[in-house]
T-cell receptor, first 113, second 114 residues
């Protein structure tokens, strides 16, 4: 079975640019989570969706961050404008509704210069 | 603030030895999960223990949970070089059973020397 697929795996861009991270969850999973991982703050939950609807976005750091899930098989996390402090590894995870553990993608390593 | 705090932050052992990692948390939970992360990869689920369970085994893994002390431990027996990774505990706060929302600790970095 295909796991959670994230793209790109690496992104290097200059501050001020728009960044879009993409995620394809496991088919049949109806929960999708976006996390950010840094050395300083560890793994932080940014936002999660249930059946394509955002449920909790309290972890989104500021208005520069936005996330969408237009359908069950695709989600995006957008940063506009990007800043150097946004540099981190961003993970997407999904799970089904049967209270099973989360399945993680391999992340996008984002560097903002 | 982080729900889970892990101890130690880093652990280095020889192949064949046992590795023990501890996790403490702050609020009531539905379950506690352990995940593993290899360098440059995503987290992989290892084991889940529910709040009404005290001990659980899976292969070379043994997890204990003490809800009175709000703590858990992960024991890896007969460690192998391939066990080298970071290990994270994650708690599902009570009331989150329908969401699967997890709060992760800072992790323990385990190095197993051949």
């Amino acid at each position: 079975d295909a796991g959670v697929i994230q793209s790109p795996r690496h992104e290097v861009t200059e501050m001020g640019q728009e960044v879009t991270l993409r995620c394809k969850p496991i088919s049949g999973h109806d929960y999708l989570f976006w996390y950010r991982q840094t050395m300083m703050r560890g793994l932080e939950l940014l936002i999660y969706f249930n059946n394509n609807v955002p449920i909790d976005d309290s972890g989104m750091p500021e208005d520069r961050f936005s996330a969408k899930m237009p359908n069950a098989s695709f989600s995006t996390l957008k940063i506009q404008p990007s800043e150097p402090r946004d540099s981190a590894v961003y993970f997407c995870a999904s799970r089904d509704s049967s209270n099973q553990p989360q399945h993680f993608g391999d992340g996008t390593r984002l560097s903002i210069l | 603030s982080q729900q889970g705090e892990e101890d130690p932050q880093a652990l280095s052992i020889q192949e064949g030895e046992n590795a023990t990692m501890n996790c403490s948390y702050k609020t009531s939970i539905n379950n506690l999960q352990w995940y593993r992360q290899n360098s440059g990869r995503g987290l992989v689920h290892l084991i889940l223990i529910r709040s009404n369970e005290r001990e659980k085994h899976s292969g070379r893994l043994r997890v204990t949970l003490d809800t009175s002390k709000k703590s858990s431990s992960l024991l890896i027996t007969a460690s192998r070089a391939a066990d080298t990774a970071s290990y994270f505990c994650a708690t599902a706060p009570r009331g989150s059973s329908n969401t699967g929302k997890l709060i992760f600790g800072q992790g323990t970095t385990l190095q197993v020397k051949p």
